[in-house]
């Protein structure tokens, strides 16, 4: 670039003072310019498709560690994920949430209205979720309609606060096609200090969550339960 703008200068300054003596031939600069500008250009086309392919291959990573359908992570994803958290939590003697939910009668959306509004009711859940998590927190669509959330350095009360948001904003939601329809789910919720972030000890964390589910499921559904915690009547 700054022999190009050299060059450039050079020119004009013959043009402009042709009593200076002409350290290049006028034809010979010319000539110098437009092989500049053609490497230039040639440069910056370069440029270009670099970026542009970094930016596809960020496309495709994203594509890989996301669910298609409610742009959510997947569970490969959040397993690697998940991990870091724990590894994280055991270091510093922290509390993790794990939360897994799962949407009520699910079935019975598909059966009635179609599958087609079934993807608008996961789709409108994901949006819901990712209106009440924060930036550290994890999240995916576990599978079907079930969906996992790892909250970071979170205790009891606040998991519980968090998760009866998630709740309410369910029972609000309604859809333009379908007036009459509402919908609700049911969570189970794990809290404890992880000791380590083995695959062994996530899948249990998650297994703990799974079973508080199966709780709040058979207690009535539309509700959340501790794992530990007695069943309800």
Do not use: W
Not at 40 to 61: H, N, P, Q, T
Not at 77 to 99: I, N, Q, S, T, W
Not at 123 to 145: H, I, N, Q
Not at 159 to 184: E, Q, W
């Amino acid at each position: 670039y700054c022999l190009l703008v050299l060059l450039i200068m050079l020119g004009i300054a013959q043009i402009s003072f042709p009593s200076i003596p002409r350290a290049i031939p006028g034809h010979l600069i010319g000539d110098l310019v437009k092989i500049l500008f053609v490497e230039v250009a040639m440069i910056g086309g370069i440029g270009f498709i670099l970026l542009s392919k970094e930016d596809a291959d960020r496309r495709i990573l994203d594509l890989a560690f996301r669910d298609p359908l409610t742009g959510l992570h997947n569970r490969r994803y959040f397993m690697e994920e998940a991990r870091d958290v724990l590894r994280d939590a055991a270091r510093e003697g922290h509390e993790v949430a794990m939360v897994f939910m799962d949407i009520d009668r699910f079935k019975k959306v598909n059966d009635v209205h179609g599958h087609h509004f079934g993807d608008t009711v996961l789709k409108d859940f994901a949006a819901l979720l990712r209106m009440d998590v924060r930036p550290l927190d994890r999240s995916c669509r576990y599978g079907g309609e079930e969906f996992v959330l790892l909250f970071p350095n979170m205790g009891r009360d606040e998991v519980a606060a968090t998760v009866t948001r998630i709740l309410n904003l369910v029972r609000a939601s309604r859809f333009a096609t379908h007036p009459g329809f509402s919908y609700t789910v049911s969570a189970g919720i794990f809290v404890g200090k992880p000791l380590s972030n083995s695959v062994d000890e996530l899948q249990e964390i998650i297994a703990r969550a799974d079973s508080a589910l199966y709780d709040a499921k058979g207690s009535g559904r539309d509700r959340l339960c501790f794992f530990g915690d007695a069943k309800s009547p």
